[in-house]
């Protein structure tokens, strides 16, 4: 079974991959109980094996890994790779492996689709069926299974062939800029810090009015936080709904927070309880000028309905043109912002790569300059007249 347990053959392992020009990586994590992830497996296949490494195992330390992680030298290969860069990110202590490709990116670049799985690509580029069946088991449980391992190495080992088509086709295209900048946003460290006074911009409320997204603000947090200290899911603390019934109604002591619909019984005279009517008393206390604002929804001209829809009629023709996934060139957004402001419009879509797939014509047809029309039994472009 090729599993890593000790110190002494993960740091063998590591050496002799560092004169690889690239490494897959997976991880196996359960975080259903708990705030953070538990890291239970890491699987990496280098050129010639591929082992899975037992983060829980006793005694074992992870520091061989994590310096091959940060060699730039190296490139790690991941698919849709979003969780396990927020695992490694706390594991090595606010640092991420670099450099890194996505080929769940890569392959929205290359024509299979919005958010490809795993699954799909092996199919589809290796003309062979995964078993994922082992996908939901526990992958704390020791010992681990052998179709367990079989799953878990087989993440990493198609990822090598994957990876390799995936980049033949991206150079065929010429494409290779057009991700470059999507792989530079992945691991900004931005995306994986948790700031507890930012909690309560993730919460829908009914309200914009600043003092009740003051309270918003300093109940979210505290739940946060408190979420953060005792490594448990923010809603074994309260509820989402909880959070938005305390600021709407601000209760000013623990009988009138007990009455409230959404509160668990017993929970406004706990220790906790009284943390939270702090926290309230926080947000009903807090000066104007430091009072929250919700960014108001642009006000657009009445009409623009029309225009919106022949931008999303045009930005559908671009992607099956160009076979690129939409996420890639525009959201629902930018296409208003577009419709309202024309070159003016501060959005991804008007600049770089996108600008010449989509953009550029976007605006001639927003501008009259362009006309939609269907010729052939095909919807084209064509020059308005």
């Not at 450099?99 to 699954?119: K, L, N, W």
């Not at 449980?141 to 198609?158: G, H, N, W």
Request: glycine residues 4%.
């Amino acid at each position: 079974m090729p599993l890593i347990t000790t110190t002494k053959d993960l740091k063998a392992f590591c050496t002799r991959l560092k004169k690889a020009e690239f490494i897959t990586v997976d991880t196996e994590f359960i975080r259903e109980r708990t705030y953070w992830a538990r890291l239970c497996l890491i699987q990496v296949a280098g050129p010639d094996e591929a082992f899975a490494i037992d983060p829980l195992a006793e005694g074992i330390d992870l520091s061989p890994l994590y310096e091959l992680f940060l060699n730039k030298k190296i490139l790690k290969v991941f698919h849709a790779c979003r969780q396990d860069l927020e695992i490694f990110f706390k594991e090595m202590d606010g640092k991420l492996p670099t450099p890194v490709f996505d080929t769940q990116i890569a392959s929205m670049v290359c024509g299979f689709g919005e958010q490809v799985s795993y699954e799909m690509l092996v199919n589809a580029l290796l003309k062979k069926q995964l078993d994922k069946s082992s996908r939901f088991t526990d992958w704390a449980q020791r010992p681990l299974s052998a179709k367990q391992m079989k799953y878990a190495i087989s993440d990493v080992t198609f990822l090598r062939p994957i990876y390799e088509k995936l980049v033949a086709k991206i150079e065929k295209q010429k494409r290779g800029s057009w991700i470059k900048d999507e792989f530079k946003n992945l691991i900004d460290k931005e995306n994986f810090i948790f700031r507890p006074a930012e909690a309560w911009e993730r919460i829908k409320v009914p309200s914009n009015k600043p003092r009740v997204l003051g309270v918003l603000k300093e109940i979210a947090a505290w739940r946060e936080q408190t979420a953060q200290n005792a490594d448990v899911p923010r809603g074994r603390i309260l509820k989402d709904e909880a959070l938005v019934e305390i600021a709407l109604h601000m209760p000013p002591s623990k009988e009138a927070l007990g009455k409230m619909r959404s509160m668990q019984h017993g929970f406004a005279e706990s220790e906790k309880g009284q943390q939270l009517l702090e926290a309230v008393r926080r947000g009903m206390e807090m000066p104007e000028k430091d009072l929250p604002q919700r960014e108001a929804r642009p006000h657009f001209p009445p009409g623009l309905a029309p225009t919106i829809d022949l931008l999303r009629v045009l930005l559908k023709l671009k992607c099956e043109e160009s076979q690129v996934a939409s996420k890639l060139l525009a959201n629902a957004a930018d296409l208003e912002l577009i419709a309202a402001y024309g070159e003016k419009a501060e959005v991804a879509a008007l600049s770089g790569w996108r600008f010449k797939v989509f953009g550029k014509e976007a605006l001639e047809l927003r501008d009259g300059k362009l006309a939609l029309a269907i010729q052939d039994n095909k919807l084209k472009l064509v020059e308005a007249s």
